[in-house]
């Protein structure tokens, strides 16, 4: 069996990617909802703060704040999971189980990384809010509605147009974006 090693700071600052298995899906956002309530429900039992957050038609990127003398992130994330998961079979989404009678929705791990200064986090945050953009779902960031960016700007860390200037003399072309 394979460790694998994770840097678990109680109270730490980290970044995560989840994805799901099928990295065609969509379920993430058609069902947002869901997906909101899963996360909610985790963070009354296993309180964490969201610092940042996007959410992909098939990945999510976040940044969390756990509690003073709490690390177990793992718990958290596999408690999403299974919440998400199981509301979307009541919902009748069709999702396939394994050999080992699991469902074959989320790939099975995920991957963290402890945020080290306010520079990782500030670079982390551009990171999130930027993905829309990077994979092509919308021109500008502000256009994407799953993301922490619209809290950021009401908070004055973001100007309204962030981003916008990275197209500014682009020598590349998008295509048709919605």
Do not use: C
């Not at 069996?1 to 109680?10: E, H, Q």
């Not at 600052?13 to 956002?29: E, G, I, N, Q, S």
């Not at 058609?30 to 996360?39: G, Q, R, V």
């Amino acid at each position: 069996m394979v460790y694998y090693r994770r840097l678990k700071i109680p109270g730490g600052l980290y970044f995560f990617t989840v994805a799901l298995l099928d990295r065609k899906a969509t379920y993430l956002v058609d069902y947002i909802s869901l997906l909101t309530k899963a996360m909610r429900d985790t963070r009354e039992g296993m309180p964490f703060e969201t610092l940042a957050m996007v959410v992909l038609p098939d990945h999510l990127h976040t940044m969390w704040q756990l509690p003073e003398g709490d690390d177990n992130f793992p718990m958290r994330w596999m408690k999403i999971k299974r919440k998400f998961t199981k509301s979307l079979v009541r919902a009748g989404v069709p999702i396939r189980k394994n050999h080992l009678g699991e469902y074959n929705l989320w790939q099975r791990r995920f991957w963290e990384h402890a945020l080290r200064d306010d520079i990782d986090y500030e670079n982390h945050a551009n990171y999130i809010h930027y993905n829309p953009v990077k994979h092509r779902y919308v021109r500008r960031v502000r256009d994407w509605p799953y993301s922490t960016f619209h809290r950021y700007v009401e908070k004055g860390i973001y100007p309204v147009g962030w981003g916008d200037y990275f197209f500014e003399g682009a020598k590349f072309d998008l295509g048709e974006v919605e």
